[in-house]
């Protein structure tokens, strides 16, 4: 099966359910040599008039070097006979095994942003900005998801294509 592109203002999607409850693979660094980890936080927006995405990474994420190492990442959202995977993928480290291999996930490319092939759809991102979230500026409540004080790094990339299993 193939890919064809689309424009971000024509996704159809819920991105809550799409994010929150379906959840994506953050792909970064080369095609030969990349990392993916599962996420469920993030949003789509419009910001600088151009379509965007937020991502949120912890730093001790294996993810994280490759993102920070990239001028582009991907998101890769899928079927639900992926949960599986992708579960395996929010709980296994790929500093410490292959989970594409584990996961029967192969690696494709836009250009040289890796994504995942047996996705349904591909956000390709220009990451635009990042910066640490400050427990300074947090209410108690959102502290709470802070025990180990490991606060996410946000990235907000500029989608630049988006991809649709045909």
């Keep these: 099966m193939m890919f064809h592109e689309i424009a971000p203002k024509t996704l159809t999607e819920n991105v809550f359910s799409l994010i929150g409850d379906r959840w994506m693979l953050i792909t970064a660094g080369t095609p030969d040599h990349c990392n993916t980890m ?3 936080w993030g949003g789509l927006g419009v910001l600088w008039r151009k379509p965007m995405v937020t991502i949120y990474v912890r730093p001790q994420r294996y ?16 079927g639900p006979q992926w949960k599986k995977a992708l ?29 995942i092939q047996e996705a349904d759809l591909v956000l390709v991102c220009k990451k635009r900005y990042w910066n640490d979230l400050d427990p300074a500026h947090m209410d108690a409540e959102a502290l709470q998801e802070y025990k180990a004080k490991d606060y996410h790094r946000m990235y907000l990339g500029e989608i630049t294509q988006v991809l649709v299993r045909d």
């Excluded at 190492?69 to 991907?74: K, V």
């Excluded at 989970?99 to 994504?115: E, L, M, N, R, S």
């Design 63 to 78: 993810t994280f070097g490759f993102i920070e190492q990239s001028d582009e990442f991907t998101l890769s959202f899928f």
């Design 87 to 115: 579960s395996y993928c929010g709980a296994v480290s790929g500093r410490d095994e292959d989970k594409f291999a584990a996961c029967g996930f192969h690696v494709a490319a836009a250009g040289q942003a890796p994504y």
């Design 38 to 40: 599962t996420a469920s």
